[in-house]
C-alpha cells in the first residue's frame, strides 16, 4: 500500500512539463499565471454560490448549485495541478483529479438537461418587471378598496351612532311619554277618587244639556242615583224661575268662559229647595274644541241659616251691648248724686259729733268716710270705661311725644314727690283719638309710679316700627307681676294687692286694653329678669276709623 501511494505521488520517471516548454521563462510565466488565476476563480466561486445557496434556502433547485460549486471546484484544482506539473511530473496525481473532474462534470450535465426546462419555465425579467407592475397596480387598488372601505366603515360607524343617538332619543321619549301617560293616569285615578269622595255634587254634561256624570256627592245632595239622573236634562234640578239661568250659563260656556262660584237655589229630588254655591268649567277635547261642561254644586243652606242666626245673634249683641253701656253709663251717672249726699253726710257727721264719740264709733265714722270714697272712685272709672264707647271723634295724626308730656303734667305732683324719673325716647306719629291716648299713657305711668320698690322710679317709654305698625313700651324697674297674673291684670275691676298696700279700683288697665283694641291694637305685659315690668301695645300705622 504504501509502494503504491509513492508511485502515485512520485514522477515515475517522466519529465515535467517544464521541458516541453524548454524551461522558456517567459511561457512558463505565462501559463503560470494564467492557470493561478483560472484556479483562484474556479476556488472563489464555488465559495460564492455555498454562500448563496446558504441565504436562499427557499430555492427549490438548491442541490445544482451545490453540483455546480464542486464540478468548479475540481475544475480549479486540474488547472492548479497544471501550474504543479511544470516542476514535478505527478501525472497520476493530475490524471486522478481529472477523473475526479470528470465524475462531477457529468452528473452536472445530465442533471442541468434535466432543469433546464424548470429554468426555460421561470420568468423573464421583463415578465417579471410586468408582473410587479400587475402587482403594485393591485397593491394600489387594494389600498384603494381599503381606503373606500374604511370610508364606507367610517360612514356606516356615524350612520351607526347618528341611528343609535336616534334610537336612544326615541326611547328617552318614548320613556318620558310612558311616565307621563303613568302621571296622567295616576292623575285621572286620582282626581276620579277626587270627584267620587267629594262631597260636593260633581257633574258633567254635554252641549245639549243632558247629564253625562253623576258622582256619589250629587246623589247625597240632590237624591237622584246615577242611574236615574244619567241621560236626563240638567234641568231637573232648577226650580222653575231659575231655568232662565242655564242659556246665560250655556252662552259663556260656549265662549270658553268658566262661570265662577256663585249662589243660587236647586231642586232636590223630593221637591226640596236648597242653597246652592255653583261653579261651572268648559270641558275640552284633544284638538282643544268645547264638546262638554263639569258642573261642581255645593249644598250652603245648613251655612245659610247659621249665617242667618249669626246675624240675628250679632244684632242681639249689639243691641245688648248698646243697651248694657247705656245701662253702665246712667247708673254711675245716677249714682253719683245720692253718693254725693251720703258722703257729704258721714263728712258732716265726722267734723260735728267725732269729739263726743268713743274711739270705736270715729273708727266707724272713718271707714264710711273712706268706702264712700271708693265708691266715689269706682264710679268714676266705670263711667270711664263705659265713655269710650261713646268717643267717636275722628282719628287725628298726633306726635306721640306732646301726648306723653301730657300725661306727665297730668302725674307731675305724684311723679314728684316719689322721686321719679322719666325718660321719653324718640316717638312718631300716628292716628288716633289723643285724649284717649293721653289717658293710656296716664295710666301706664301712674301705674309705674305708684308700684316702684324701694328704689326711686326709673320709667322709659319707648316706639319702634315692627311691620305695618307701632310697637310701643314703657319699662319700670318696680315690683313687676308673675307670669301667671299677666293676663288677669287686665280684667275689670281685677287687683293684686290689698288696698291697704296700693290704692286703686282695679279698672285702670281694663281702660287701657279697650283704648287699644278700639284703635285696633294689642297690649301685653313682660317682666324683666332683674325686676320691674314692661308693657307693649301696638297700633297700625294707618289704622282704619
Known amino acids: 500500500m504504501i509502494a503504491a501511494l509513492s508511485d502515485f505521488f512520485s514522477s515515475g520517471g517522466f519529465m515535467p512539463h517544464g521541458h516541453c516548454y ?20 474556479y476556488f472563489s466561486i464555488p465559495i460564492t454560490l455555498a454562500w448563496f445557496v446558504r441565504r436562499r434556502r427557499d430555492i427549490d433547485f438548491g442541490w445544482m448549485f451545490i453540483l455546480f460549486a464542486v464540478f468548479i471546484l475540481a475544475c480549479g484544482m486540474t488547472h492548479l495541478m497544471e501550474v504543479w506539473n511544470i516542476w514535478h511530473a505527478t501525472y497520476w496525481l493530475s490524471g486522478t483529479v481529472k477523473a475526479i473532474t470528470a465524475a ?33 397596480d393591485e397593491v394600489r387598488t387594494r389600498r384603494a378598496a381599503e381606503e373606500k372601505l374604511r370610508e364606507l366603515n367610517a360612514e356606516l360607524e356615524a350612520r351607526v351612532a347618528r341611528r343609535t343617538a336616534d334610537l336612544e332619543a326615541a326611547n328617552e321619549e318614548l320613556r318620558h311619554n310612558l311616565e307621563e301617560r303613568k302621571r296622567a293616569e295616576a292623575s285621572q285615578a286620582q282626581l276620579a277618587a277626587i270627584v267620587q269622595s267629594s262631597g260636593d255634587a260633581i257633574m258633567s254634561k254635554n252641549l245639549d244639556g243632558t247629564i253625562t256624570s253623576w258622582n256619589p256627592g250629587a246623589e247625597r245632595t240632590f237624591g237622584y242615583a246615577a242611574e236615574e239622573a244619567l241621560g236626563k236634562p240638567m234641568l231637573m234640578i232648577f226650580p222653575p224661575e ?22 243660587t237655589e236647586r231642586l232636590r229630588k223630593d221637591g226640596v229647595r236648597i242653597h246652592a254655591s255653583v261653579s261651572i268649567s268648559p270641558i275640552r277635547n284633544s284638538s282643544g274644541q268645547i264638546v262638554a261642561a263639569s258642573t261642581i254644586v255645593r249644598d250652603i243652606t245648613e251655612n245659610k241659616r ?75 272709672g266705670l263711667l ?48 288716633c283719638h289723643a285724649g284717649q291716648m293721653v289717658q293710656l299713657f296716664q295710666n301706664l305711668l301712674g301705674n309705674a309710679v305708684k308700684f316702684r320698690g324701694d328704689l326711686p322710679a326709673e320709667i322709659h317709654v319707648g316706639a319702634q316700627r315692627k311691620d305695618d305698625a307701632w310697637l310701643f313700651s314703657v ?65 297700625p300705622d294707618q289704622p282704619s276709623s
Open 22 to 41: 524548454f524551461w522558456t521563462r517567459g511561457l512558463i510565466h505565462l501559463h503560470v499565471f494564467s492557470d493561478s488565476l483560472i484556479a483562484a476563480a
Open 104 to 136: 462531477a462534470s457529468v452528473p452536472t450535465a445530465i442533471l442541468l438537461t434535466r432543469l433546464v426546462p424548470q429554468a426555460l419555465a421561470l420568468p423573464s425579467p421583463a415578465q417579471l418587471r410586468g408582473v410587479n407592475i400587475a402587482l403594485e
Open 242 to 263: 231659575r231655568k232662565k239661568e242655564e242659556p246665560q250659563i250655556f252662552d259663556r260656556i260656549c265662549n270658553g268662559e268658566a262661570v265662577g262660584h256663585f249662589e
Open 306 to 380: 247659621v249665617e242667618s242666626e249669626m246675624r240675628r245673634m250679632l244684632i242681639e249683641l249689639e243691641r245688648s251691648n248698646q243697651e248694657l253701656q247705656q245701662f253702665a253709663y246712667v247708673a254711675s251717672h245716677d249714682l253719683k248724686e245720692p253718693l254725693r249726699a251720703v258722703t257729704g253726710c258721714v263728712q258732716l257727721l265726722r267734723q260735728q259729733y267725732a269729739p263726743k264719740l268713743d274711739e270705736r264709733g270715729q273708727e266707724f265714722i272713718n271707714h264710711a268716710v273712706g268706702g264712700a270714697l271708693r265708691m266715689q272712685q269706682l264710679i268714676d
Open 384 to 431: 270711664s270705661y263705659s265713655r269710650l264707647d261713646q268717643q267717636d271723634a275722628e282719628l287725628q295724626m298726633v306726635d306721640f311725644t306732646g301726648i306723653v308730656e301730657r300725661a306727665r303734667s297730668n302725674l307731675e305732683t305724684a311723679i314728684e314727690e316719689s322721686g321719679a324719673r322719666l325718660v321719653i325716647g324718640s316717638m312718631p306719629s300716628v292716628k
Open 475 to 539: 319699662r319700670d324697674n318696680g315690683i313687676g307681676i308673675e307670669p301667671e297674673f299677666r293676663e288677669r291684670v287686665f280684667g275689670l275691676f281685677q287687683r293684686l294687692h290689698t288696698r291697704r298696700k296700693y290704692a286703686g279700683t282695679g279698672i285702670g288697665l281694663a281702660i287701657c286694653r279697650k283704648i287699644v283694641e278700639r284703635h285696633h291694637g294689642k297690649i301685653w305685659v313682660d317682666s324683666e329678669e332683674e325686676g320691674g315690668a314692661i308693657f307693649y301695645f301696638t297700633l
